[in-house]
Every structure is written in structure tokens, then in C-alpha cells.
């Protein structure tokens, strides 16, 4: 197996060409990819190359990729990051959207428009930030027909962990009126979803950002009120005022640990970010005295039966327009600048990356 590194020059007139000219499988010799290789120590170095169509392994069913998005671990392995790669070379990317080519899975005719989140893309397995794509179809949804290739892409990874940590808190017992339900990383791209389907499934949502900037936006999408982020980040008493009757955690760290102290008795929170940090300074004392949860959420492997339910609450509840409103697109070529402003903080909504034209 060759594995040619076009200069990237090269790689990104491919790019252009695939988003004027998409060609099936077996009609090009090489495909545009973001490949991450191994570099010095611990990090990698990522570059968008031209790729055999023997760089793919045989996993069962051949993708023509439209659209792949950016999501916080995407910015990770662009930019040589340890954490997400776990094996080099390797096409990043952790989500993909696009037509099924062909599959040895007889319920996927060619033609079928599908989406995959997760499911190791990018981290284990080439990933979407690549004209074609070679996946299990065990993770693969069906778009909902509400959506475009581009909507779909717009939800990706953060839509579907939005729409299963809320799954989780309502299956804990939240219900409309019972109080408000924080948000955490509004500004961020799953954040943003999950003020829109919490609003819309009646829940009154509280936003917490560090940008008030993004405050109009945030009340856009369906929050009724803002909180200021650093309010989250001072270290407090254990049990605080009981303020929330849920919360979707993008932050983790002091932020997640303040949300466990003002919980409302019972409450829970979904957590499943680390945007402040990894550890978790807090007390058991909101557990044993006012019984909260902590209900984790791993959107990577989490089975189709979940990730279908979470599909048909976004196809419900998530209003394309107010997607549309919070999302941009990029070109291949572009996707690792665009990332970088992800690992600072500063990314704001959903980027889709246009990869073969859609
Ligand atoms: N467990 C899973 O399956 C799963 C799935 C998806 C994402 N994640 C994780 O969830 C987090 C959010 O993902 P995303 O795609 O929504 O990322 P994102 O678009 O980069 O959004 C993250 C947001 O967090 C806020 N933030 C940034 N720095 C912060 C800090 N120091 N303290 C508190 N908040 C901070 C910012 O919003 P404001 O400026 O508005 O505060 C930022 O926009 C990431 O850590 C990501 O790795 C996990």
C-alpha cells in the first residue's frame, strides 16, 4: 500500500474538484484527506492529502462523504493534540455525513443518505474529514428527511450528544415546569443545540456563557435567561441555594462540581464535556443529602438503538432554520484554521465542512 503525500497545494485543487466534480468510487485513483501521521513524542502532525483508495480498509460500507463538521476533538487532532488519534496514519475526522456508495448491509441501498457520529471515526477508524469514508454500519443513521446533508453534518457529534444527555434527564424524571435546566457552553456547538431542544420540548433553559456577546443569539435559539459563566467557576459551599431542576454540562471541572452544589433536590445533571478542565473538585454532599445524579454521556459508543431515539427527538424538535442561523461552512482546505479557534474557546456555533460539493 502507497500512501502519497500531495503537497498541499495539490490536495486542495482535489478539494475543489471533488466539490465541483463528485466521483463514485472506482472512477478516481485518489481521494482529498485529512491524514494525521505521527510526529515528535506524543503529538502528530495533520495535512490534507491525496489518498489511494487502498488507504480505506474494508469495513463494510463505501460512504461518498458531502459534509464532516468540526467538534472540539477534531480541533484536538488537527493541531497535533494527544488524546483523540489512537493510531497513525489516520484520517481525523469524527463525523461524516453522505451517500452510501455500497454495503454488504442489505437495508442501505446506494443512493441512501446517512450520517455516523462517533462510532470511533477518527479516533480508531478513518475518519470524515475525507471525500470517502469505509465504515460499520452498525452506528449509521438514516437522515431524517427534515434535514438536508448539510443540516445533518450541522448536527453531528454535538446534536447528538445535546439530544442524549436532555434523553437522559428526562428518563431521570425531568419534565417541563419542574424548574430551570442550565445549559453550560452555550456559545459552543453543543451547547447551542441543546437550548433549542430543550426549548422546544417546553423546558425553561437558563444559558451560561463566557461571551455575553453570544446572549442574543443564545435567547434566539430558545433560552430564557443568561447566566454569566464565571458565576459557575468560583469555588463554593457544598450545598448551595437549589437552583436547577436539571443541567447539560458542556465544562466539567469547578463549573460541573457548583452545578452538583445548587441542584434542586433529586435533580440531576448530564455531563459530558471537559471545556474546563478533566478533574471534578467537588463534595457528596448534594449526593447524600439532596439525592442529585450525575449521568454521564459518551456519544462515541453509545448503541443505535439510542442514537436512533436522539435522531427522532432532533427531527422533532430542532427547528432547521434556527440551525441554519448558528451554522457556518467551510472548505476542506480550511478546516484546520477554522479548528484552531475551537482549542481557544472562541468557536461559536456549528462548523460544517463542505467536502464533495452535497
Ligand atoms: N462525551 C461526549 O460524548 C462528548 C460529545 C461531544 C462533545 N464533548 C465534549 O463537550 C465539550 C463541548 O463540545 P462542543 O463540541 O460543544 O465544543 P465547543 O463548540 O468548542 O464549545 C465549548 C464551549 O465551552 C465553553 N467554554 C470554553 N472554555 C471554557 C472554560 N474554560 N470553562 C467553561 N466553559 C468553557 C465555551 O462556551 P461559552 O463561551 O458560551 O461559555 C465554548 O464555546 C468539549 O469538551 C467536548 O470535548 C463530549
Known sequence: ???????????????????????????????????????????????????????LEDRGTVVRVQFSSLNYKDALALHGRPGVVRRTPLIAGIDLTGEVVVSDDPALAPGTLVTLDGAGLGEDHHGGLAALANVASDGLVAVPAVFTAQQAAAIGTAGLTAALAIDALEDHGLVPGAGPVLVTGAGGGSGGIAIALLAAAGHEVVAATGRPQQAERLLGLGASSILDRAELEEPG??????????????????????????????????????????????????????????????????????????????????????L???????????????????????????????????
Request: no cysteine.
Open 324 to 358: 441554519d442561523a448558528s451554522t457556518r461552512v467551510v472548505p476542506l482546505a480550511n478546516a484546520k484554521d477554522e479548528a484552531a479557534a475551537l482549542l481557544e474557546g472562541r468557536g461559536t456555533g456549528r462548523v460544517v465542512v463542505r467536502v464533495s460539493g452535497g
Open 1 to 55: 500500500m502507497s500512501h502519497p503525500a500531495a503537497d498541499a497545494a495539490d490536495a486542495a485543487d482535489a478539494a475543489d474538484a471533488a466539490d465541483a466534480h463528485p466521483t463514485p468510487a472506482g472512477e478516481q485513483a485518489a481521494f482529498p484527506a485529512w491524514v494525521v501521521r505521527a510526529g515528535e513524542g506524543r503529538r502528530t502532525a495533520a495535512a490534507l492529502e491525496l489518498v489511494p483508495l487502498t488507504f
Open 237 to 322: 459551599r457544598p450545598l448551595q441555594r437549589q437552583r436547577w431542576a436539571g443541567a447539560v454540562d458542556a465544562a466539567g471541572g469547578q463549573v460541573l462540581a457548583s452545578i452538583l452544589s445548587s441542584l434542586r433536590e433529586g435533580g440531576a445533571v448530564a455531563a459530558f464535556g471537559l471545556a474546563a478542565g478533566t478533574d471534578l473538585p467537588a463534595s457528596v454532599l448534594p449526593f447524600i443529602l439532596r439525592g442529585v445524579s450525575l449521568l454521564g454521556i459518551d456519544s462515541v459508543r453509545v448503541g443505535i438503538a439510542a442514537r436512533r431515539r436522539a435522531w427522532e427527538r432532533l427531527a422533532r424538535d430542532l427547528d432547521p432554520a434556527l
